[in-house]
């Protein structure tokens, strides 16, 4: 692993764990429209469950992720050039997302039973909070980081390999990206090749864009791409 350190601040990562709470409150609006919730749990059980668990899990997932940071080269919490150099990147890159699974959506996948799944546009908008925070949080600032520390303890990652197993790591968490997104698939559509490739390649595809920025421009740019991406899936091209 390369030695530079990363320097990192744990009121970041309780800030980080907070929003991921509310976060896990904002999609809670989008997974009641989708009807995926089983009718013998109240909506005051669901709220009380999903504070627990998203609680437990992201604080986890923020300490872990606090102390392997500085193990590793990256630096995901760059604020040089914020807007310039880190939001609008972000949100370009969101907008062009958005409008490639737009287009993949309405032609290749247009007889996809997924595709006319779309609740309110108000419940798509809080929804695209937590795809920006809990998910980007999880993914990348969590399992990104833990899988590139894994190839440095496997291997030697110098300055002429370094670009090849950020590129390697990003594969494999977009995987995981779609892979994630396979059970609430297949209670919304019948478990087929056609819906799982689908459902693979939709998040695939920004999930390769917002690794990407998170390893190059930082934590809030691939937060802002995700945040645009939904916002135009959820939203406005709905």
């Known amino acids: 692993m390369l030695g530079r350190e990363t320097v990192v601040n744990k009121r970041t990562f309780i800030v980080l764990w907070i929003l991921c709470i509310i976060g896990s409150w904002s999609v809670l609006p989008y997974v009641f429209h989708l009807d995926i919730i089983p009718p013998s ?3 005051i059980k669901f709220f009380f469950l999903t504070t627990v668990q998203s609680t437990v899990l992201f604080g986890l997932v923020c300490w872990v992720s606090y102390l392997l940071l500085p193990k590793t080269d990256l630096y995901p919490f760059n604020v040089e050039h914020l807007l310039k150099g880190i939001i ?14 737009y287009i993949l959506d309405s032609t290749i996948f247009q007889s996809s039973l997924l595709s006319g799944a779309h609740p309110p546009f108000w419940a798509g908008a809080l929804a695209s909070i937590y795809g920006a925070v809990n998910e980007e949080v ?5 399992l990104f980081t833990l899988v590139y520390f894994l190839f440095g303890k496997i291997v030697n990652i110098s300055h002429q390999n370094r670009l090849a197993f950020l590129w390697a790591t990003n594969i494999v968490v977009a995987i995981v990206f779609g892979l994630g997104h396979l059970p609430a698939a297949f209670k919304l559509a019948t478990p087929s090749s056609f819906e799982i490739f689908r459902v ?7 999930g390769v864009v917002f690794g990407w920025l998170y390893w190059s421009r930082g934590l809030l740019s691939s937060m802002a791409a995700h945040f645009v991406t939904d916002l135009m899936i959820h939203v406005f091209l709905i």
Not at 93 to 99: A, I, T
Not at 200 to 206: E, R, S, T
């Open 138 to 142: 999880l993914l990348r600032l969590f």
């Open 41 to 43: 749990v109240s909506v």
């Open 200 to 206: 693979l390649l939709l998040n695939g595809i920004p």
């Open 88 to 101: 609008y990147p972000g949100m370009v890159s969101g907008v062009l997302v958005g409008l490639i699974i």
